[in-house]
């Protein structure tokens, strides 16, 4: 099946720096990479996608890459603040389903202030 | 948020007890998932169901079995509960290609 690597494990950053998170992942055929940041007690929720016909995307402090040939993507948050601190994980479709997704380890970010 | 109910939200119960979490949905979505939640393990799917009466299962299915008589509920049974069954349960809902919207999670203690 599916593995999906992430890295780091833990994340701590000063308010305002930048935060990037790693993901790597085995299936070629995988074309939609979403990332959910989970709160502490809180769901897993949805911060930003992308498929595979885009190598990046940005959605205000937040972007996504993307390199296929490599099979990596990674999450890039700016200029981060307290309110970013929470697990962050990656995931990918596996088995080249559209809906059935493998998710990373997770990230614990901490952004200090 | 979209409409995705998870019961019980919290439940403790003892070895080799059955044990049935409830996920009900009102968004009409074909596609529902059982993860469970550990440290250290990130979001493991237990099974899936992609229509009603259509389920398979994931990479951590041993011990559990699910059921989807309605397309608004997918149960999830612990047949015998042990205590590595111990964990957050989270549901899931999607179309094809699109977002996954998950539940607010049950937390189940197994003692």
């Known amino acids: 099946g599916e593995n999906v690597e992430q890295h780091p494990s833990t994340l701590s950053v000063q308010e305002g720096d930048s935060a990037v998170i790693k993901c790597t992942y085995s299936?070629?055929?995988?074309?939609?990479f979403p990332w959910y940041k989970q709160e502490l007690g809180k769901r897993p929720q949805l911060i930003i996608d992308i498929r595979s016909n885009v190598g990046e995307k940005k959605d205000q402090r937040i972007a996504v890459t993307l390199n296929k040939t490599a099979k990596h993507f990674s999450l890039h948050i700016t200029e981060t603040q307290p309110e970013d601190s929470a697990v962050y994980f990656c995931a990918c479709n596996s088995g080249g389903s559209n809906y059935k997704l493998t998710f990373g380890k997770g990230t614990l970010l901490t952004v200090n202030p | 948020d979209a409409g995705i109910t998870q019961s019980p939200r919290h439940k403790v119960t003892e070895t080799g007890t059955p044990v049935t979490l409830r996920c009900h949905q009102t968004e009409n979505h074909r596609y529902m998932y059982w993860y469970r939640q550990d440290p250290g393990h990130g979001l493991r799917l237990i099974h899936y169901s992609y229509g009603v009466k259509d389920t398979d299962k994931g990479e951590v299915s041993d011990g559990y079995s699910v059921s989807r008589s309605k397309t608004e509920d997918f149960l999830l049974t612990l047949e015998s509960a042990t205590s590595s069954q111990t964990s957050v349960y989270f549901c899931?809902?999607?179309?094809?290609?699109?977002?996954?919207?998950f539940g607010q999670g049950t937390r189940l203690t197994v003692v």
């Open positions: 299936d070629s055929a995988s074309n939609y």
């Open positions: 899931a809902i999607s179309e094809q290609g699109a977002e996954a919207f």
